[in-house]
Antibody, heavy 122, light 107 residues
């Protein structure tokens, strides 16, 4: 079955960067988008951006441009997100998701990783 | 950006009751509406897409409706496992915006 296995929790200092991973299995990695979603404690979901592994094409929420960098390693079916210049506002759970166009006008995140907690603290 | 506004933000109900959650888009999203359920400490899970289509394995007590800018999620005969948070998502365009969420609690 489709699985997205994310890297573990991270405790990082303000101003530093963190890179998290999302290893996909159970489907053809290059046929689907990978979206990343942020959930601050007790809050709603916020879409960061997405990458299409086959081409490396990306789309970003303007809010996260310059903050998040998305990459993939097709050889290991793994997607990565790096967050830079971290502040306390970046403390959150980050999810990777499998994204698919169910039609030309309908994008669905139909599988989610277990989430990776990032805590920014000195 | 398309804004998604959910109501209510929280809702208390009893097992066996029916509830409805609404989601209002700031512009017409042509039925490209997705609902997710998130249980405490877990990842969100796909419930409904295309406003009305139930994801495989989702019980039929869940249903979605709506068009244009107004959408609803109805849960009939609430079961203990349904007490969770629910989010709608704009599936039409980027940025892929979510509603603020509705927390369904046991009365």
């Amino acid at each position: 079955q489709v699985k997205l296995l994310q890297s573990g929790a991270a405790l990082v200092k303000p101003g530093a960067s963190v890179k998290m991973s999302c290893k996909a299995s159970g489907y053809t990695f290059t046929d689907y988008w990978v979206s990343w979603v942020k959930q601050s404690h007790g809050k709603s979901l916020e879409w960061i951006g997405e990458i299409y592994p086959n081409s490396g094409a990306t789309n970003f929420n303007e809010k996260f441009k310059g903050k998040a960098t998305l990459t993939v390693d097709k050889s290991t079916s793994t997607a990565y997100m790096e967050l830079s210049r971290l502040t306390s506002e970046d403390s959150a759970i980050y999810y990777c998701t499998r994204g698919d166009y169910y039609s030309s006008y309908l994008y669905v995140m139909d599988a989610w990783g277990q989430g990776a907690s990032v805590t920014v603290s000195s | 950006d398309i804004q998604m506004t959910q109501s209510p933000t929280s809702l208390a109900a009893s097992v066996g009751e029916s509830v409805t959650i609404t989601c209002l888009a700031s512009e017409d999203i042509y039925g490209s509406l997705v609902w997710y359920q998130q249980k405490p400490g877990k990842s969100p899970q796909l419930l409904i897409y295309g406003a009305t289509i139930l994801e495989d394995g989702i019980p039929s007590r869940f249903s979605g409706s709506g068009s244009d800018t107004q959408y609803s999620l109805k849960i009939n005969s609430l079961q203990p496992e349904d007490f969770a948070s629910y989010y709608c998502q704009n599936g039409l365009s980027t940025p892929r915006t979510f509603g603020g969420g509705t927390k369904l609690e046991l009365k």
